[in-house]
């Protein structure tokens, strides 16, 4: 069992920056790829980002290209999301989860966090 925490959501105006981490309470943190989803009001959860176990490949959704960053420390069981030049349509739900697949899909993930809210202000 892998348990996640996420933190750091709010609410931002646009334009501003936020940086969400997850934290995990197990060592085998490391052994696992690392993805952040987003689920708005009414509509499915989405990819924005995954980084595999060793931090060393990432992979973004075209919406967040270039301003979210995606890191983890593993001497810490932490994964991160520092989002940049924040937009209205960034508001959602964030959601830290593991997977020992290297996967963009919702289904490929079997551990989630609680899910921390971010709201970005126009």
């Known amino acids: 069992q892998v348990q996640l925490v996420e933190s750091g959501g709010g609410l931002v105006q646009a334009g501003g920056s936020l940086r969400l981490s997850c934290a995990s309470s197990?060592?085998?943190?490391?052994?696992?790829?690392m993805g952040w989803f987003r689920q708005a009001p009414g509509k499915e959860r989405d990819f924005v980002a995954r980084?595999?176990?060793?931090?060393?490949?990432?992979n973004y959704a075209d919406s967040v290209k270039g301003r979210f960053t995606i890191s983890r420390d593993n001497a810490k069981n932490t994964l991160y999301l520092q989002m940049n030049r924040l937009k209205p349509e960034d508001t959602a739900v964030y959601y830290c989860a593991a997977s020992s697949r290297w996967s963009d899909s919702v289904v490929g993930y079997g551990y989630w966090g609680q899910g921390t809210q971010v709201t970005v202000s126009s």
């Open positions: 980084i595999n176990w060793s931090g060393g490949n990432t």
């Open positions: 197990r060592r085998t943190f490391s052994n696992y790829n």
